[in-house]
């Protein structure tokens, strides 16, 4: 993908900042399952990281690799084409935008939500309406899970993260939220809930990539295949067959590769955030 010129003043690099009033957390999440469950989590995840015991382990103070320098600059670029498209796109559509913050850390800071972790892959916090990146998942995912990993994967799953945002935004993950704690439904319809809540996310970022596409002309060819390996990669199947060997649909809580898939194609060739209604599509 082409890099454009502007930058945003939105995102905190913690790198090399010695914790940056983090906590290191003891034990880790232990498994690839437990941790895979919790990639580009959705909603509200502090009812994970608050479970996990602390210590007040700090890592050393370093000064950032000019690769980390240029990772900073890569990720200030995708905001900034975050903000300036969905600033459009709600323009368009009467509503008020306001930027989420993006933070980039290593093994472990603190966020609204609770401490973050490596472990647990990127997340957006609704509690602070920031998106915590640690740039090491994108190791995991192609050595772990068998993407292939390029700069656009990293824009794919910021923007997916960027997408979770848009539903704050928009009051979905309020709803989302009042949903699973209502207690009214199984564990099952729960868990569609938070299947159509995910692919509600990689639409938004296909949309997005549609949209900056039409406006800046980033995409170079294989691009979009890249955002296809990580969106497969990460399927709720793909996941399961590589941690337990079988799949359990009704256990999926982002949605099959397939699914996945083609809700982030869906938003990007459609470009209209309209078509993006995953709850009436897989809940009626």
């Known amino acids: 993908m082409k890099w454009t010129n502007d930058r945003s003043d939105n995102v905190d690099d913690r790198r090399g900042s010695g914790g ?31 479970n996990n015991a602390a210590s007040s382990q700090q890592t050393e103070q370093r000064n950032l690799s000019q690769e980390e320098l240029n990772i900073r600059e890569f990720i200030k670029m995708l905001t900034f084409e975050n903000e300036e498209t969905w600033e459009k796109v709600f323009q368009e559509n009467g509503i008020r935008f306001r930027p989420a913050k993006v933070v980039l850390f290593e ?63 928009l009051g979905t993950l309020d709803k989302v939220d009042q949903l699973r704690q209502s207690g009214k439904y199984s564990e099952a319809e729960t868990n569609k809930v938070s299947v159509a809540n995910e692919l509600q996310a990689d639409f938004y970022a296909g949309l997005w990539a549609k949209q900056t596409d039409s406006r800046e002309k980033f995409l170079e060819p294989g691009d979009i295949q890249e955002a296809m390996s990580a969106a497969a990669a990460v399927g709720d199947d793909n996941i399961q067959k590589r941690a337990q060997g079988y799949v359990n649909q009704e256990s999926f809580t982002h949605g099959s590769s397939e699914q996945r898939e083609e809700w982030f194609m869906k938003g990007y060739n459609s470009g209209d955030i309209r078509q993006g209604d995953t709850f009436n599509a897989l809940l009626n």
């Open 20 to 50: 940056s009033g983090g906590m290191m957390v003891g034990g880790g999440l232990g498994t690839i399952i437990i941790a895979a469950i919790v990639f580009f989590l959705g909603g509200d995840p502090s009812a994970i990281l608050n």
């Open 107 to 169: 093994s472990a800071t603190s966020s609204g939500c609770g401490t973050a972790q490596s472990e647990m892959g990127p997340f957006y916090c609704p509690a602070d309406e920031t998106i915590y990146m640690d740039m090491s998942f994108f190791n995991e995912l192609q050595q772990k899970f068998g993407a292939k990993v390029g700069q656009f994967t990293v824009a794919y799953v910021l923007g997916h993260e960027y997408g979770h945002h848009i539903q704050k935004l």
